[in-house]
């Protein structure tokens, strides 16, 4: 029976392979559309692939610690662009995915109506999913390999 750490190593590998494919027709695509390749974008590119943004605040927010001098509008743009060229939808950026053994410490954020902000790590945000749809009678036995939501527009409301 295969190890938990040679689990872990044999996806992060196949992921590492599989980013570089997506990274390679993304940068095509760009190519394609005669967009020029530029250091930002392509930090932007490989933050996009890598990391969980749930918005562009988000994106704008990890890409300025690596360089002070990208701007908000870069960020926007490229967003644009790469929603136009069909390698993104916006509201595939708001995916949550974290198997039972996801080690992420804050991969789920919960605000409640008083304010209050808690802060789930994978195997507890995993873990309420699974036991909610349980208690509901959703899962029938079914694992969960992600869940997506869409953003709340219950503000623009008020």
Known sequence: MM?????????????????????????????????????QRLMLLDIILQEECSCCKELYYIASKRDEKIGSATVYRMINTLEEIGAISRKNMYKIACCAECEIENACTVEFDDGTVMELSATKWNRVIREGLTACGYSDGKSV??????????????
């Open 3 to 39: 190890q938990k750490q040679e689990k872990k190593n044999i996806c992060e590998s196949v992921g590492y392979h599989r980013t570089q494919l997506q990274k390679e027709i993304i940068l095509q695509k760009l190519k394609e559309q005669g967009c020029r390749i530029t250091k």
């Open 145 to 158: 390999c992600s869940v997506s939501t869409k953003p709340c527009r219950c503000a623009d409301l008020k």
